[in-house]
């Protein structure tokens, strides 16, 4: 399919005039985009464009719409910080939309809650639904199994009833409770003090667990008492907890709370190991009270209308016997509501499915379809990568989508890596020309086609003619790994044979079953001999104690150093000293974190440096010992190419330095925080800590497993990500990526592409060869887009 026209309308409405941005890594920089148009901003992953598109524009526009509110108003709203900038004119109210899978969803989150179709078909259902004679009028929130008012009360609305039985609790009755006999309790400190509280009720934590009389095995696991006792610790040198009281919980309580109630989907599956789960027998599986699943819309009760395809649900409505004006209006939004999705390539979702299984592609359209619904004028747009996730075959209704709002009379500004998505824009901002402290400045703003004659733009050489990664021989594998009747999802219990130690893509539309297939490999592999390592783009720690350094572990080299040095040793210095996480190293006020948070009742919390460090994590004491003139702070503030310099000696240091070099990594301080890195460069920092690893032999074979992994790269990171994909198997690994990227399917050894289309029109093995197969089958939809 040929990439749609350029337009040729030329942005009138204005401009959004920057001075003064100094968010992150931008420098000073002043620039003008046109109000009115679809706006692109491109360069390298961290050259700032982000922050220049969401950290000032987006920022500022949020921060002055928000003081126009009422003081109480505001507390209710997630505010992001202010940006660092001189002045922003010329500045309409904006909207966001960026790249993340959080921002309300849950595991009971489904694509009707999502778009907001159940809400409309719940109430379809309560004013217009046919009922039994004389059964009472039920009320929308009656047809939901997330009320209390819908679900079935024998399940909670889960559709699922757990049982726990003892076997599965104590898996090996010859330990004893001591020795962690109830497997099914947590760790760390909350399974000891389960353990100490059950000891302090004058059980005997000490004896094997099959010698305990089956009365008191009995009510251990399986009580719903929670006594509360008085525990007194065992003390020791490192000890000095005094007695607390403690309530008990059994083993099947606590796990059947974890299973309701847990947010962490790492709690949840270690739950679900526990129990038995069936259907629930009271709703058959269906979640509902049976008075609302008597009622029907078209023949249909509610739970078979959302298990429907959308394009099916759509064709049920409108040939649906409605008497009722109310419904017929109801039933008029659900359907063009509908069309939206189903134009957008999403006709093959149900309402039904859970927001966590959707392709990275779906989620985005999901999305997108919401902002299209929405009808606003006059407002700036502000997208991360619209395409990400997404076929080439998709591509273009994405771009439809964008024309369709700036037509309606909106600002639309798309941070954005696909060259086909740029080539469509009307004004191109680019920044660079590297990443980090090599880039934030603004080399180009101004129509798409003058980029060409900007030398120092990365961007330009892939925009105009691109910049093919060079052939290399493809490897002949000689052994493959089997994989039999995968089903999960839209996969219909395919057979696909993946060759070890070589480079294979996975492949195909937009929800054809990419994602499914890693997750399937996944499971049949880990536990059978195989290592298996997940490179993906979720985030490498959660709040801003984890950084670069500690992820790839070679802070404790660096600490290591530093104790070594003459002065901590006379001193007693131990590396545990030089870590910002231990009470005697750090700073006392700010525990560590270098910035302490001002509270503020009506505004977004402040960041402010710690007045007594001066951000330097460290108390004064630690920072008078110095490594090569440098203290542990100011080693924490290089940059990675400025490190590889300083640890040139250093192996234990300059192994993981280099390998961060090879990813394009070197422009990130060793201390930057997880929290500030794009889920590009968290994705990159995995792989670079693998390429670190030192290559041991006799251990199980790796299998690295990568879903998207070019989301969020520029086209030049890409080409330097396949590198390195190629390195890991030169080191002997087996590499399975699923990607939509012509480049990385290109340089693959293998090919297997799944579809021909999406959902239950998808799911079958399509082709599987080398990259040239795909072109030649007729079948293919990928083939059409390679070269």
């Not at 040929?2 to 005039?17: K, L, M, W, Y």
């Not at 409108?318 to 017929?328: E, F, I, N, Q, Y």
């Not at 980090?436 to 120092?456: C, D, I, Q």
């Not at 404790?556 to 870590?579: C, I, K, M, P, Q």
Request: net charge neutral; with cysteine; aromatic share 6%.
């Amino acid at each position: 399919m040929a990439e749609p026209p350029a337009p040729e309308t030329d942005p009138s409405g204005g401009f959004v005039r920057v001075r003064g941005a100094r968010v992150h890594n931008l420098r000073d920089v002043d620039v003008d985009v046109p109000r009115d148009a679809l706006v692109a901003f491109t360069g390298v992953s961290g050259s700032g464009k982000s922050s220049l598109a969401f950290g000032t524009v987006f920022a500022e526009a949020q921060r002055r719409y928000l003081e126009v509110l009422a003081p109480h108003a505001r507390r209710l709203i997630t505010q992001v910080a202010a940006p660092d900038v001189d002045d922003v004119g010329g500045l309409p109210p904006a909207v966001a939309l960026r790249q993340q899978r959080g921002g309300g969803v849950t595991d009971r989150s489904t694509v009707g809650s999502l778009s907001a179709l159940s809400n409309t078909l719940r109430l379809l259902f309560s004013r217009a639904g046919t009922a039994a004679q004389g059964a009472p009028p039920l009320d929308s929130e009656a047809f939901s199994p997330n009320t209390h008012a819908g679900a079935c009360p024998a399940c909670s609305g889960l559709g699922r009833t757990y049982r726990t039985t003892e076997e599965r609790l104590v898996p090996d009755p010859s330990l004893s409770v001591r020795q962690k006999a109830i497997a099914a309790w947590p760790g760390a400190w909350h399974g000891k003090n389960l353990r100490d509280i059950l000891g302090a009720l004058g059980h005997d934590v000490d004896r094997p667990w099959r010698e305990l009389p089956q009365e008191e095995r009995d009510w251990i696991l399986f009580t719903d008492e929670q006594p509360v006792v008085t525990v007194t610790p065992v003390r020791d040198a490192t000890t000095v907890q005094g007695p607390y009281e403690g309530t008990y919980t059994s083993a099947r309580r606590y796990v059947l709370h974890t299973i309701a109630t847990t947010k962490s989907q790492a709690l949840r599956r270690r739950a679900l190991q526990f129990v038995e789960t069936a259907d629930c027998p009271a709703c058959a599986g269906r979640r509902l009270r049976q008075e609302a699943l008597a009622v029907t819309v078209g023949g249909h009760a509610i739970d078979e209308v959302t298990a429907l395809p959308l394009d099916e649900l759509a064709a049920l409505l409108t040939g649906a016997d409605l008497a009722s004006p109310v419904g017929k209006g109801l039933v008029e939004d659900l359907v063009e509501r509908i069309g939206t999705l189903t134009g957008l390539g999403l006709g093959h979702l149900t309402m039904a499915r859970p927001v966590p299984t959707l392709s990275a592609g779906e989620l985005q359209r999901l999305r997108l379809a919401a902002t299209v619904r929405a009808g606003l004028f006059g407002v700036v747009y502000v997208f991360d990568e619209p395409s990400a996730g997404l076929h080439p075959a998709d591509t273009a209704a994405v771009v439809e989508v964008l024309r369709r709002l700036r037509t309606a009379g909106n600002s639309v500004f798309v941070v954005e890596h696909d060259m086909a998505v740029v080539r469509q824009a009307e004004w191109l901002v680019d920044v660079g020309p590297g990443a980090g402290v090599a880039g934030g400045r603004v080399l180009h703003s101004g129509p798409v086609a003058e980029l060409a004659g900007v030398a120092a733009s990365v961007t330009r050489r892939y925009l105009f003619g691109g910049a093919p990664v060079a052939p290399r021989p493809a490897r002949a594998p000689d052994e493959h790994i089997t994989l039999r009747g995968l089903s999960r999802h839209n996969l219909r219990g395919i057979d696909v044979d993946l060759p070890r130690r070589v480079l294979t893509v996975v492949t195909g539309v937009s929800g054809s079953g990419k994602s499914s297939l890693l997750d399937e490999a996944a499971a049949a592999l880990e536990g059978g001999g195989w290592r298996v390592v997940r490179l993906d783009q979720t985030p490498i720690g959660r709040t801003p104690r984890s950084n670069l350094a500690t992820y790839t572990g070679l802070f404790d080299a660096v600490r290591a150093l530093f104790a070594a040095t003459a002065e901590a040793r006379r001193r007693g210095y131990d590396a545990g000293r030089f870590s910002f996480n231990r009470p005697a190293g750090r700073c006392p006020d700010c525990e560590g974190e270098g910035w302490v948070s001002v509270e503020l009742l009506f505004l977004p919390s402040l960041y402010a440096r710690c007045a007594t460090c001066d951000g330097a994590r460290y108390n004064p004491q630690t920072l008078e010992v110095t490594y090569r003139g440098a203290t542990i702070a100011e080693v924490l503030d290089l940059t990675v190419e400025e490190a590889a310099g300083f640890f040139i000696a250093v192996p234990a240091v300059g192994g993981p330095l280099t390998a961060l070099r090879d990813v394009g990594l070197h422009y990130l301080r060793l201390g930057q925080p997880a929290t500030e890195l794009s889920g590009g460069e968290a994705q990159r920092l995995k792989t670079a800590t693998e390429l670190a690893r030192p290559r041991r032999g006799g251990g199980p074979e790796t299998v690295y497993l990568l879903d998207e992994p070019t989301t969020g790269l520029h086209p030049a990171d890409v080409e330097m990500l396949v590198t390195h994909l190629h390195r890991l198997v030169d080191r002997g690994a087996t590499v399975v990526a699923a990607s939509h990227d012509l480049v990385v399917i290109g340089a693959a050894d293998h090919v297997v592409e799944l579809g021909p289309g999406a959902g239950p029109h998808g799911g079958t093995v399509v082709v599987t060869g080398p990259p040239g197969a795909l072109a030649a089958h007729p079948d293919s939809v990928t083939g059409r887009y390679l070269g």
